[in-house]
């Protein structure tokens, strides 16, 4: 069974990522994570290459809606351009492996905050590559983890049982 058998279906992907979007930041208002960078790498993963690009942009448009920041659009175009870098490496990884979608949120996040550094102009400091690049990435990887790759192989466990 592949990641796309159990998320084919259902809208429960996005629905965990845009809940994850709109609740986190109320419990842990510093923790700013990219809630959507699972949920565009299982897109990268299940759909052809001008639908995750689609699905990038509305992704975007949905974290600028709720950003407190001037340039509307900016995280539309950094999600599209990191998936158009990224497709590149997705057939360096099955998809239906557990660490799969971390590993490529990993890459994910490292690439989109990278992408950051034209709009906020910021300098290259040993603080920024530890904690913006490196352990937000890490961060992410794990969020991935916990709330895509996990639940699939624990409900491909149970399917395996029932």
């Known amino acids: 069974m592949q990641i796309k058998d159990i998320y084919s279906y259902s809208m429960l992907p996005f629905l965990t990522a845009l809940s994850c ?24 993963y299940r759909k052809e ?23 509307f659009g900016y995280t539309s175009i ?26 490529m949120t990993l890459l994910f996040s490292l690439l989109s905050t990278f992408l950051t550094l034209f709009e906020q102009q910021a300098l290259f400091s040993l603080r920024w590559i530890v904690t913006d690049l490196f352990e937000m990435a890490l961060l992410d990887a794990t969020f991935a983890f916990i709330f895509f790759s996990l639940p699939f192989h624990l409900t491909k466990k149970i399917r395996k049982v029932i």
């Open 21 to 44: 979007q709109l609740f986190f930041p109320l419990l842990l208002p510093k923790l700013q994570l990219l809630f959507f960078a699972p949920y565009l790498v299982l897109m990268l």
């Open 49 to 71: 290459l001008l639908k995750a690009l689609w699905h990038g942009l509305f992704c975007g448009v949905i974290v600028d809606l709720f950003a407190a920041t001037p340039l």
């Open 78 to 103: 950094n999600y599209v351009v990191t998936l158009l870098i990224l497709r590149t490496r997705k057939h360096n990884f099955f998809e239906d492996k557990l660490g799969t979608i971390p590993l």
